[in-house]
Every structure is written in structure tokens, then in C-alpha cells.
């Protein structure tokens, strides 16, 4: 695994690409950008026909610059870093700190890209390439970025740990529809990596991310909880959920007589028959935890939310 590392000291789990993942795909965007630089070039060579040698010229220049340098430069800004040949070869962009990468970061490395791939044929990228620990070319080191594979085994892939048996079933009511993707794919990384932190570190860390969701949900978190067992039972809450939801779908949730499953509703009959389904077939996965549960008495001492943050359980 690579050994990047976030501010708040986080180990992510980002494999760099190596040399033969990053040439194929380089090979790749290659083939199909000058495939479209030729095409265009046919074009306007028939359109510039009637123009004199430096307008010839000129025209020349700016296709070759918004083909060849521009294009990429855009399609990795759009994508966040995923270009057709790296989409070809499961790789992504990132910048060194693992989030997507921006304009400026795509900007330096198709700058420099003209240097150490298209002006030099690769050899300079290469070189740069197996030298770096990371297999990184100039234009990576320059823009701080790394090329990872998006791709890994499952057996790769930890899995979060579960949280408390007491805290099961607490955030049912709780809407994290304002969540972004990306806390929760922090959130992950710091569950599954936690144990390798130091413990000053993963606390400020684990209250840092659960203020956060307790700003993105507007509900204050139970009083004694954890920081780092309140975010293990919110991720459970949401895996739950879409357990639900995925399990719904399979199994026919919308058709006619049969029960919504945690809010996804019914679709009416077209012809108007609908089938008796047994309750057991629409039930959720046994693996699942229960949309509500009884009240549980909070085994720190009694209820006294704040708004937001959180304090060691004494």
C-alpha cells in the first residue's frame, strides 16, 4: 500500500501505479488524441485552403495546442482526473493528500507533459517514473500529485469495524442525506486505519469528523458517546440502509402488494392484479440491524446533548 498520509496523520489505502499500468494508459490517450489532432488537422487543412502561409500557421499552431495539450488538460479537469485511457486501465489522478485534483493540477501536468512525453517520447516520463518511489513523473512531483489504482482485490479492502451493541439501532431517525460522499469515504479511512494512529491524534480526529456530521445532519449526538463509536454507528446506519434499499429493489419492492421497505414506496398495479407476497419475503436481511429499536440507557450517565462536539467519556 502506498504511504500516503493526510494532514490529521491518516495512512490511506492508495496504491500507486507503476510503469506498465501508466504507459498503457499514456499509449492509450495517445492513440486517441492524435487520431482526433490528424482528423481536425484534414479538416482544416481543407478549410485553409485559400489563406495565406501564416495564417496557415497560426491555424496550425492553435489546433495543435488545443488538441494536444488543451483536450487532456480538460478531460482530466472534468473527470477529476480520468482519462479514457486511465479509465481503460482503472487509474485515477489524486493529489498527494488523496482528494481530487483541480484545473491547476491538471494545467501543470499537461504543461509539462508536452516536455517529458510528447517532445522527448516518453523517455524523460519513464526515467522520472522508475526513479520515484511512487512511480511519479515531473509532472506529478511539480503539480503534487500521484497516480493510484482505482481498482484493488477485494481482499485489499478493509472492512469498518462494527460499532457497539448498545448504540445498534440509535440513529434510525437520523437524515444523512446531507452527508457528502467524500466524509464518508474519510470517515472509512479513518475507521479501518485507527488502530495505527496515535491515540491523541485518532481522538481530535474522530471528533473533528463527527462535528462535521453533526453539522451536516442538524442532530446532536447522544451525551457520553464517543466520537469514534458515534461515527461506527452512523457508517452501520447508512450501510443499513442501503442493505435495505438494494434488498427492496431485488426482491421486487415496488410492484403491486408488496410493502415498501425503508422508504421506498410502492408503484401502482398497471393492470390492477396484485399478487399476495408472503411478509417473509420482504423482510429485511437477517445481517441487517433493525430500523428502530427499544430505548436504551445510556451506559455513560444520563442524556445531556450539546449542539456539537464532543469530550473524552470520563
Known amino acids: 500500500m502506498s504511504g500516503l498520509v493526510t494532514g490529521d496523520a491518516v495512512v490511506l489505502g492508495l496504491q500507486p501505479a507503476r510503469l506498465p499500468s501508466r504507459a498503457l494508459a499514456v499509449l492509450i490517450d495517445l492513440v486517441v488524441v492524435w487520431a482526433a489532432y490528424l482528423l481536425i488537422s484534414l479538416g482544416l487543412a481543407v478549410a485553409t485552403a485559400s489563406l495565406d502561409e501564416a495564417a496557415v500557421m497560426a491555424v496550425s499552431i492553435a489546433s495543435f495546442l488545443l488538441v494536444l495539450v488543451g483536450a487532456p488538460i480538460a478531460v482530466e479537469t472534468l473527470s477529476h482526473g480520468r482519462s479514457l485511457g486511465k479509465m481503460a486501465c482503472g487509474l485515477r489522478v489524486v493529489r498527494d493528500d488523496g482528494g481530487p485534483i483541480r484545473f491547476r493540477h491538471a494545467l501543470v501536468r499537461g504543461a509539462m507533459g508536452v516536455v517529458e512525453i510528447l517532445m522527448t517520447f516518453g523517455v524523460v516520463a519513464c526515467v522520472a517514473s522508475l526513479v520515484s518511489e511512487r512511480g511519479r513523473r515531473l509532472g506529478d512531483v511539480f503539480a503534487g500529485t500521484l497516480v493510484v ?138 445481517s441487517a440491524p433493525p430500523v428502530s429499536s427499544p430505548p436504551v440507557v445510556d451506559p455513560v450517565g444520563e442524556s445531556s446533548a450539546r449542539p456539537t462536539g464532543f469530550a473524552p467519556p470520563a
Not at 415496488?254 to 423482510?283: K, L, N
Open 149 to 286: 489504482r482505482e481498482r484493488i482485490p477485494a481482499a485489499r479492502v478493509l472492512a469498518v469495524p462494527p460499532p457497539p451493541p448498545w448504540l445498534v439501532g440509535r440513529f434510525a431517525g437520523l437524515d444523512l442525506s446531507a452527508v457528502p460522499e467524500a466524509l464518508w469515504l474519510e470517515i472509512r479511512q479513518y475507521l479501518t486505519r485507527s488502530r495505527e494512529l496515535d491515540p491523541v491524534v485518532g481522538r481530535r480526529l474522530a471528533e473533528r469528523l463527527a462535528d462535521e456530521v453533526v453539522t451536516r445532519t442538524g442532530t446532536p449526538p447522544p451525551a457520553g458517546v464517543p466520537a469514534d463509536a458515534y461515527l461506527a454507528g452512523v457508517v452501520a446506519e447508512r450501510q443499513a440502509r442501503d442493505a435495505r434499499k438494494v434488498f427492496a429493489l431485488g426482491m421486487g419492492a415496488g410492484r403491486p402488494g408488496v410493502p415498501a421497505v425503508s422508504g421506498v414506496p410502492a408503484v401502482p398495479s398497471v393492470s390492477g392484479v396484485a399478487g399476495a407476497v408472503p411478509s417473509s419475503v420482504v423482510a429485511p436481511p437477517a
